[in-house]
């Protein structure tokens, strides 16, 4: 079975610019999460959606938003690019709240 | 909030060696799961293992073990017999049993930097 996927690998992108990464979950799972991860630090979450409903949003800023599809595949926006917004973006998914999260390889963002 | 605390940022072992690698946690649940995940260069983030809260019994994955000290609030992560391929970032993880408002949310650690000297 194939894993959490996303696209794109890498993006390159200036200040001010506007943003979408791309999650398909595992087959069959519901749940889709998205974490930051700047250089050097650990994952930070930023959302959670369980059956196309948001379900959880970490201390980030509105300029973060998603949505999540009816096939449970989803997209991270982000609006207006700060330099800040550079990181590693990760999405997991599980089959249910409850259960285990499978990490993707993650989208490399880099703002210039 | 809960907090996940690795006070070492980088260690290495000879291969074949055993190493091990500290975490502290704070929280005031007392259902919980933790968990090691290793993040190679490849950014992949694999689960290495996971710690019930409310199991006594340490858990054990092959060449992985963890000391789990929940009145210390403390998890070790132990490999034995390092391989190279063991070289990665190491992060430990939290998670409550329950949800918060309704999400399930890992709560990371800055990780560990491991190098295996062949």
């Known amino acids: 079975d194939a894993g959490v996927t996303q696209s794109p690998t890498h993006l390159i992108k200036t200040r001010g610019q506007q943003v979408t990464l791309r999650c398909s979950p595992i087959s069959g799972h519901k749940s889709v999460s998205w974490y930051q991860q700047v250089l050097g630090q650990g994952p930070q979450f930023i959302f959670q959606y369980y059956e196309k409903e948001e379900r959880g949003r970490g201390n980030f800023p509105d300029r973060f938003s998603a949505r999540q599809f009816p096939n449970y595949s989803s997209e991270l926006n982000v609006n207006a690019l700060l330099l800040g917004d550079s990181a590693l973006y990760l999405c997991?998914?599980?089959?249910?709240?409850?259960?285990?999260?499978?990490f993707g390889p993650g989208t490399r963002l880099t703002v210039l | 909030a809960q907090t996940v605390t690795q006070s070492q940022p980088e260690m290495s072992v000879q291969e074949a060696e055993t190493v091990t690698l500290s975490c502290t946690y704070d929280?005031?649940?007392?259902?919980?799961?933790l968990f090691w995940y290793k993040q190679p260069p490849s950014r992949q983030m694999i689960l290495v293992i996971r710690?019930?809260?409310?199991?006594?019994q340490n858990a054990t994955e092959n060449r992985f073990s963890v000391n789990f000290q929940k009145a210390a609030k403390s998890f070790s992560l132990k490999i034995s017999d390092s391989q190279l391929g063991d070289a990665a970032m190491y992060f430990c993880a939290y998670r409550r049993q329950k949800l918060i408002q309704g999400a399930q949310k890992l709560v990371f650690g800055q990780g560990t930097r491991l190098t295996i000297n062949p």
């Open positions: 710690q019930e809260a409310y199991k006594q």
């Open positions: 997991a998914s599980s089959s249910t709240l409850y259960n285990e999260q499978f």
């Open positions: 929280t005031s649940e007392s259902d919980y799961y």
